[in-house]
């Protein structure tokens, strides 16, 4: 009896879906902790509008046997500190009535901001430098990770804040908002892709991860000393543990130095990708046309 009253405190009933969907908890979070987590409510609010796709779209995939949530299990939660969750491990049984199931295994962590860093130096303006950081990843098995910056969203789900501050402290610049350029976005403005409520981001790992990743380019001209200067600095805070070294690449190796990190791979891509279609130029025209006063 004792056992089937603890279940019964640990589970409650998500609504917002075809039906009431049973949440199974762990012991270390409660029903209002999981519900304000942002990044299950942006997973939650996704899945719920793609899921009425199935019937709003006459060429869906599922819209002959569409499928509906069953239930969520959490698994486990990571606490960052004692007041923000960090991670959030989940099964989403979804199934339709032809008895066939989707896979809902889900690692829940939010998302984050990722930043090419071209820098050109003043007497070669055409050359072309990139940052990138080396540091351990240990769920990579890697004590010297190479990749581009980036740094994790807050719960305002923008560059400003805890991923600009991040970024500032791996790399030592800060990069004033009105300064970026965003790449996903930018490629994404004229997507025929139906499934218009996804981030505009890139998603490194959609099969287990709900990150997702918008990049960002910041291009900035230095004196080569500057950039020099960057070769093997430390930072990152040691008291986190961060133990970060900056290194600067040719822009040409770039394709080849970062082909293990996704979304190093993705920005140089959307970079490349851009250019030849001039978009990149044609947002910088825009933007300087923007900042001139009207008389």
């Not at 979304?263 to 001039?278: D, F, I, Q, V």
Request: proline content about 5%.
């Amino acid at each position: 009896m004792a056992r089937i009253l603890k279940k019964e405190q640990n589970t409650f009933y998500l609504e917002g879906f075809s039906e009431l969907v049973p949440v199974t908890l762990t012991p270390n979070i409660s029903k209002e902790q999981l519900l304000a987590f942002p990044a299950f409510k942006i997973w939650k609010s996704t899945l719920q509008e793609n899921l009425v796709l199935q019937d709003q779209q006459e060429n869906h995939t599922f819209r002959g046997a569409p499928f509906s949530l069953k239930s969520i299990t959490i698994q486990s939660v990571d606490w960052f500190g004692p007041t923000r969750i960090g991670f959030v491990k989940l099964v989403a049984k979804i199934t339709n009535e032809e008895g066939k199931e989707l896979p809902g295994i889900a690692f829940l962590r939010g998302g984050s901001v990722a930043i090419l860093m071209i820098l050109r130096p003043k007497d070669s303006r055409s050359e072309r430098l990139v940052v990138m950081t080396e540091q351990p990843r240990i769920p990579a098995g890697s004590l010297c990770f190479r990749e581009i910056p980036a740094g994790m969203l807050d719960d305002a789900k923008t560059f400003k804040g805890a991923a600009a501050s991040e970024i500032e402290e791996e790399t030592g610049f800060r990069l004033p908002s009105s300064e970026l350029i965003d790449l996903t976005w930018l490629a994404l403005k004229h997507s025929q892709i139906p499934e218009k409520n996804l981030q505009n981001a890139m998603y490194p790992s959609p099969g287990g991860s709900d990150e997702y990743i918008p990049i960002f380019l910041w291009e900035k001209e230095l004196d080569r000393q500057e950039i020099e200067d960057l070769r093997g600095k430390l930072t990152g805070k040691r008291m986190k543990g961060e133990m970060i070294t900056l290194r600067v690449c040719d822009y040409e190796d770039l394709w080849r130095e970062g082909a293990r990190d996704a979304k190093t791979l993705a920005a140089w891509a959307l970079y490349e990708g851009l250019n030849r279609a001039g978009i990149i130029q044609e947002e910088i025209v825009n933007r300087r046309k923007a900042r001139r006063p009207s008389f």
